[in-house]
């Protein structure tokens, strides 16, 4: 079969692949083999979009400014595919091959060959988990026949056990959004200078995720302590940002290196300060780190995926 | 030594007593023998007094809805103590004796004699800790030989282990108030209705408090899933607080009865439904607990105390 037989489904000279968060549009048009050629990024996330901007015209902006192709098709993972977002795209259910989560993708009704990667669930009702725009992250980081475990920090930390390239169980920790929310809205927030990224070097951060490690059952009484060191002088207020880092990764690694039976690897999809933490704080528990940039994660997962549904075969 | 002798030492016919937090005013007129004879009770905390209305104005107020004599001596704990209240009633250290709480008080400069009961503090930098309130609610539910672990369940936890008589260690941990912020302002206020108290026997309460207890190096996870189950429609959201509730307490209790090696009993300062989940709770993991009520328990140390400094010899 070739293009010119089923335009519809044979190999394009481009496609356009997008990873639309709740917050953030990125865009790369992508050549037949992969490579990025272009890219477009903006704030038009999903919840912009849902609030009245709508998806079409913020896809066809940023088509417009990648330079894309009349007829180039469109991939999208991310919150877009969200039951509140554009079209939903339901999730797939653990376990699952990610090299076939193109097939789980939904069509958009337009003009245009426009599809939304699917989230994956765990639908075990003691274990109920959800992702959305991490499996497309992973797809990108993995061989087919990987095996072994991901993390992925963030808003909502992941941790992912992939066995011959399946998706067989995954965790979330809602470390980052915990920070954010103690930092802000608890009396904690005396405590919590509003402060730059934490250096992975900072001794208050390694002090925290010491002690979550040592105590990784403690959480809520370390955090009280965070204050009470505080308020009896022995720490300082510009150091409580970094301890409450180092407490809430902590108590996360804690629970997924000892829920995987103390893994000797672990790939790690991070980007900036918050990866590096993450990096210094698993190679400290004695774990060979492989880090692979979040955005590349993400871009070559769309690729991957794109070549599957429109390349050549 | 009479009255007649030293009126600012000797035996009074009555004193007042007074529990004076952050957001209320709790004040009884108590006879020579710890009787309480007239109560006024009143929103104005210590956040009201020091934002304003003054301390000594509020406690006027109030000393003449009590019908308190015009020399009645008036002893006084909580935040009205700290550093941001009316004087700063100094923390004592542990180990410290409970029946020598009163030689730790502080006077307040004014014709009558007012004083504040110093609050403790734990000061090793490892595990430091405070409380102010708490220590008079201890005086008045133990005997002066009591060995035992007391709950004081709240915005901030307190659990106190108690030898002889003595604080001799103590956690605070920040179930309450975690709840309250999870509540409103993280993620999970999709997945938490506000109602009423959580009932002790809610199936969604025990299915939390199940979980933490079961594993309970996982919280900032199960919270996480508390809101991928209703995604996936495992359940409603009505039960979201009772299990958020459960998560916490769980994790609270697990590492609380984890340190201070499965104890037997417990004495719990408690009230209304939150002292009823404690108490189903901690009888569910098999200890016995006998509950004293919050507010007689600090009626009954600061009687206690002011006897001590005022009573008859």
Redesign the interface.
């Known amino acids: 079969m070739t293009p010119a037989e089923n335009p519809s489904r044979g190999a394009r000279d481009a496609f356009v692949v997008v990873d639309w968060g709740t917050s953030s549009f990125r865009g790369w048009l992508i050549s037949a083999d992969g490579t990025a050629l272009a890219e477009s990024r903006g704030s038009e996330g999903m919840l912009h979009c849902a609030g009245g901007a709508g998806f079409a015209p913020v896809l066809g902006d940023h088509l417009a400014r990648l330079g894309a192709p009349e007829r180039a098709p469109v991939l999208i993972c991310g919150m877009a595919g969200a039951r509140q977002g554009w079209v939903e795209a339901p ?1 797939i259910k653990t376990p699952t091959r990610l090299d076939a989560l193109h097939e789980g993708a939904i069509r958009v009704d337009a003009p245009r060959d426009i599809r939304i990667l699917p989230g994956i ?3 075990e ?6 992702m959305r725009g991490e499996e497309t992250q992973l797809l990108g980081v993995t061989e087919s026949d990987f095996t072994g475990l991901v993390c992925i920090p963030g808003t ?1 930390s992941k941790w992912i056990r992939i066995e011959d390239g399946r998706v067989v169980e995954f ?5 980052g ?2 920070f954010s ?2 930092a ?4 904690l927030a005396h405590a919590v200078e509003p402060t730059g990224p934490t250096p992975a070097d900072s001794p208050a951060f390694r002090a925290g995720l010491g ?1 979550a490690l040592k ?7 370390s ?3 965070l204050r ?2 505080q ?2 002088g ?1 720490e300082q207020r510009a150091d409580g940002a970094a301890r409450l880092s180092g407490l ?1 990764i902590g ?2 690694l ?2 997924a290196i ?2 995987h039976g103390s893994p000797r690897s672990v790939r790690l999809i991070g980007a900036g300060a918050l990866g590096r933490l993450y990096e210094m704080a698993l190679a400290a528990r004695g774990l060979d780190v492989t880090t692979i940039d979040a955005e590349q994660a993400s871009r070559r997962g769309l690729a991957k995926a794109a070549i599957r549904i429109w390349g050549a075969t």
Chains 1, 2 share one sequence.
């Open positions: 999730y669930a765990q639908g009702a003691d274990r109920p988990d959800v909502h965790s979330t920790y809602m470390t959004e915990l929310v103690i802000q809205h608890s009396i002690a105590a990784p059952t403690a959480l809520t009484a955090l009280f302590r009470a060191a308020l009896l022995f809430l108590t996360e804690a629970d000892g829920r």
